[in-house]
């Protein structure tokens, strides 16, 4: 297959980002005593019911719309809760991978011999023991390689891996691989890889003959664009032109996985990985060594988070390969260290030139928007497709052109996060909009008043149009409102606020069963990877409300592609509208059939019977759905079987392979002291506001947003990952690399739904987990330049840059500031 | 078998250290090589897996312990220093009380504390650590005391309303 041809594939396959879904709203946890009013807010929040809805006639449920407790709770706070490492498999042996201390080098020499010899060995694997051409898999692109064939790439790629009877003894075997390797320049950052004459990470033999970028480092571009910017420029009274970069930042989540392989007695293998997508994990499996589908049973452990670094998959064929060539279960649980080598988001410089009109509308947006990638291609082209298609913004624009490259380097290949590819192009925008509004004395809120659009309205404009799914404006005015828009500040604070969308997901198919069973308790079987967001509570709702089943007698399956219907992926915010809307539908269909043979068993007409949330509605009256299903089942007993699937297809052209099912939008804005001596930054006070069509489940949406929107003050504040001109991970680690904790939580944090009952999920629900990070950047920046009186452009905003900054010439606080 | 049944001989020293504890209220005796830390003992050789392992040097508090009254890294100690040491895991936290769950572990899932859980068993820990030492402390407090847990899913606000309705239900007697 050419690489032409793997991308058509890949247009077709529907790939999208980060999982994470749920629902949102309003919170103020801050130590300080809720007001009366505040507390009533409060509590209607996290009892309230449904109001309206799509599914089952908008009655107001103890269930659906309530803070019902996580699903699986108990065990995560007993301990119980076995994650990948908790698992034991008799007889498994320990695997562990040798690495080079460079990012790029040629392999001259492996001498396994002396590793071999080590005590409790059984295997030292190179990609000489592979099959030959060494298998290569991947995404979009079948481009990485089941272990390092003759070169490595990024700093971290595993060249040889042992096996033996133990960990310690795998250890030191690995110690005693000698790998013989002629160090190359490699390309670490945006300038390197874009110079010309630049070292190319991929062989451009291995490019079609026809892809004009096969001499660059330039993996695949895009480009969107509307009206004509360059005879707008003319007409533009204000144009503001900048460079805004994002750095590479990585995942951490705190469990670091790892992936047991073991073969079955049939032939088959076992894969256990806490990923994401289960069912691309067995696709990919079962291509690589050449198994039917039927014969890779993949289990996937709830993930201990993953924001998208777990869904696609990394080293799980290394490890199937192990195992079937050495007939044991193979085990290798990863260190941290190793995460950071096998995840991180796209860095991203925006070269951003915007021309507004004298009352501050927009009159042309123009952007080149370069996606550092890594080594691998992974999901980071489709990062960079779907991350620029919303890079204008979600502003009423004539005119608009956006230029976006995927630019591959010799770095951790980049994959989804958390975002996707958005919060590095709002961070541009939104800091262009607050540019440009200084310049014409408005304001940051006045600026976004003016050009947000309306519902119904386009932002993206051309054949394939996007339009506003919601009541946008009512989140900016909500953010405003809560951060206190307009009041007067204390010496060295200043105020910012920024707006984003990211598209949902552009197509899939979500399959879910449902068993009704004879005692009224009921089990879903349901794909989705439950990683933190609380998919399975929701599950669990909606079979209690439209069932009649009391939540406690609720089971949730997921995680074994053995026993679960297909679902596509656990990504994009997509679950509670996929996946909620085909459990939704198994619900309906168990009705539906209790009916039928509720009729049949009891003689009475079908059309006089009708059903609705846990009734059958008789002539007589309404019964409890289990009253009527045990009639109907009568003597034989049994259960009823409820199927449902929610399918969308992509559209044929669009440059997503699909319109986005809803957006996720979010307002941010925060309020920020800057302490003129060091630059440290102390936040007062955050408010996010998605707009999130219903909270199914009020409690888990604040969760998502309030940690939505402390991961993205984390990109914004402290997180970078730097190399050395090895391309060797500086900050490999905890210690080096920050993160939020407890104490880098804003003082005041206020998160905020927007309920209008207008998204395609079940009871007028949309995605709603990675809204909250999409524009942190922006409002954080846009607070900084308020407070300093001058543009930062860069990020992360550390006390170093902050310092920098100020004590640059010009620096007042509360001042001014000249933009060219 | 497990990564720690078999004796290595990398190990530093070839002996195997014999230690003898209290886990969890109990006596326990175990077996391990002198580098071996705390942390994997509990997790491997007594299967107590509730401990978790995330950076193994001591930043994220994932694997946190409380022994001898005091919180810990146990992936910072040595299994050998454990010996004659009263040691609580997550574990043996709730495990006499209604369905094994405990005032604080209760809280948590109250107040939403649990998102992805794998750093849950550590911030209970830590949490019950800070109680037991400040029974009514501050948010700002509760954000000094539990600093050295890290939360990716960056529950924070959940926490601290967890350890503080924990603090306000021990206040009632």
Not at chain 1, 43 to 48: K, P, T, Y
Not at chain 1, 382 to 408: D, E, F, L, Q, W
Request: a negative charge; one cysteine or more; charged letters at 20%.
């Amino acid at each position: 297959m050419t690489d032409k041809e793997k991308r058509t594939d890949v247009a077709q396959q529907t790939i999208d980002d980060v999982a994470l879904q749920t629902i949102d709203d309003e919170r103020a946890m801050t130590g300080a005593p809720l007001d009366s009013e505040q507390a009533d807010a409060l509590a209607g929040r996290l009892q309230g019911g449904v109001k309206q809805g799509h599914g089952s006639g908008g009655a107001a449920s103890a269930t659906v719309g309530a803070s019902i407790r996580r699903y699986g709770g108990d065990d995560r706070v007993t301990g119980h809760q076995k994650f990948l490492s908790d698992l034991r498999f008799t007889g498994a042996a320990e695997a562990t991978l040798v690495t080079l201390p460079v990012a790029c080098a040629t392999i001259t020499k492996i001498d396994t011999s002396r590793a071999a010899e080590m005590p409790g060995v059984i295997a030292v694997v190179s990609a000489a023991d592979l099959p030959q051409p060494v298998p290569r898999f991947g995404i979009s692109h079948q481009d990485r390689p089941v272990l390092a064939d003759g070169e490595v790439l990024y700093h971290g790629e595993p060249v040889v891996a042992v096996v033996a009877e133990t960990l310690d003894q795998a250890e030191s075997a690995a110690r005693e691989v000698e790998v013989t390797f002629d160090e190359r320049s490699g390309v670490f950052d945006l300038e390197q890889a874009l110079e010309s004459g630049a070292p190319l990470v991929r062989d451009p033999s291995l490019r079609p003959a026809d892809d004009e970028n096969r001499d660059s480092n330039v993996l695949e571009t895009a480009l969107y664009e509307w009206g004509d910017n360059s005879a707008a420029a003319d007409g533009a009274d204000v144009v503001v032109e900048n460079t805004y970069t994002f750095p590479m930042v990585t995942h951490f989540p705190i469990e670091p996985g790892g992936t047991v392989a073991v073969p079955t007695d049939s032939g088959g293998l076992d894969i256990y990985s806490p990923v994401q997508h289960p069912y691309l994990l067995q696709r990919t499996i079962a291509k690589v060594v050449g198994l039917p589908l039927a014969q890779v049973r993949v289990f996937a452990p709830d993930p201990g988070g993953a924001f998208g670094g777990k869904q696609n998959p990394k080293l799980e064929p290394l490890l199937a390969f192990l195992a079937l060539r050495t007939g044991r279960a193979c085990r290798l649980v990863l260190s941290l260290e190793q995460t950071f080598q096998m995840m991180r988001r796209a860095a991203c410089r925006v070269k951003a030139r915007t021309g507004f009109t004298t009352d501050g509308a927009l009159v042309f947006h123009d952007l080149e928007c370069d996606y550092l990638i890594g080594a691998y291609a992974d999901v980071a082209p489709r990062v960079m497709t779907k991350g620029s298609y919303v890079a204008a913004g979600p502003y009423r624009i004539p005119n608009a052109r956006t230029a976006a490259r995927a630019v591959m380097s010799n770095t951790t290949p980049s994959t989804a996060f958390r975002g996707f590819g958005s919060p590095q192009v709002a961070w541009a925008t939104e800091s262009q909009m607050d540019a440009g509004a200084r310049q014409l004395g408005l304001d940051a809120l006045q600026v976004r008043q003016r050009n947000l659009v309306n519902e119904g309205e386009a932002f993206f404009r051309g054949p394939y149009e996007a339009t506003a799914d919601g009541q946008w404006h009512q989140s900016l005015e909500k953010a405003a409102e809560l951060i206190g828009w307009g009041q007067p500040l204390a010496p060295n604070r200043g105020r910012g606020i920024a707006v984003a969308i990211k598209p949902g997901a552009t197509s899939g198919l979500s399959q879910s069963l449902v068993r009704f069973l004879a005692d009224g308790s009921a089990i879903a079987y349901a794909g989705t990877s439950d990683m933190g967001q609380g998919a399975r509570t929701l599950w669990q709702q909606i079979l209690a409300h439209e069932l009649g089943t009391p939540l406690d007698k609720v089971r949730v399956i997921s995680g074994d592609t053995g026993i679960v219907p297909f679902d596509l992926q656990t990504s994009a915010s997509r679950s509670t509208v996929f996946m909620g809307n085909a459990v939704l539908e198994a619900c309906l269909d168990i009705r539906q059939r209790v009916l039928a043979l509720y009729a049949e068993a009891t003689g009475v007409d079908a059309a006089a019977l009708s059903e609705a949330p846990g009734v059958l509605v008789t002539p007589d009256g309404e019964m409890p759905l289990l009253e009527a299903s045990r009639v109907a089942l009568g003597a034989l007993g049994g259960e009823f079987v409820g199927q449902g699937t929610a399918r969308r297809q992509g559209r044929k052209g669009h440059p997503l392979g699909g319109d986005a099912a809803f957006y996720e939008f979010n307002c941010t804005a925060i309020e920020v002291e800057v302490d003129f001596e060091t630059g440290e930054l102390l936040l007062h006070k955050h408010v996010s506001v998605s707009d999130v069509g219903t909270e199914l489940n009020p409690l888990q949406v604040i969760s998502q947003d309030e940690g939505a929107s402390i991961m993205g003050l984390g990109h914004s504040q402290m997180e970078q990952l730097l190399v050395d001109d090895h391309g060797v991970i500086r900050n490999l680690g905890a210690l080096d690399y920050r993160i939020p904790t407890f104490k880098d939580v804003p003082v005041e944090l206020i998160t905020h739904g927007v309920e209008n009952h207008d998204g395609p999920g079940p009871y007028g629900s949309k995605g709603m987990s990675e809204g909250a990070l999409l524009c942190t950047s922006g409002a954080l920046g846009s607070a900084v330049s308020d407070a300093i009186g001058m543009p930062v452009r860069d990020l992360p905003l550390t006390p170093e840059r902050v310092w920098t900054t100020l004590n640059q010439a010009g620096a007042q606080p509360g001042g001014g500031e000249a933009d060219t | 078998m497990t990564a720690s049944d078999v004796q290595s001989p990398d190990d530093i020293g070839s002996d195997q250290v014999n230690v003898t504890c209290t886990v969890n209220g109990k006596p326990a005796a175990f077996s391990v090589p002198p580098h071996r830390t705390l942390m994997d003992a509990l997790r491997y050789q007594l299967g107590l897996t509730g401990t978790k392992t995330c950076c193994a040097e001591g930043e994220c508090g994932a694997c946190t312990v409380i022994i001898d009254g005091a919180g810990v890294n146990s992936c910072l100690m040595l299994a050998a220093e454990a010996e004659g040491r009263d040691i609580v895991t997550i574990e043996g936290l709730g495990a006499e009380k209604p369905r094994g769950i405990c005032d604080l572990q209760e809280s948590f899932l109250e107040a939403g504390a649990v998102q992805c859980g794998f750093c849950i068993p550590g911030q209970v820990m830590a949490a019950e650590y800070l109680l037991r030492t400040n029974p009514d402390p501050s948010v700002e407090e509760i954000r000094e005391g539990m600093s050295g847990n890290l939360c990716r899913c960056a529950g924070y606000q959940r926490i601290v309303a967890a350890v503080q309705m924990t603090a306000q239900k021990r206040a009632i007697p």
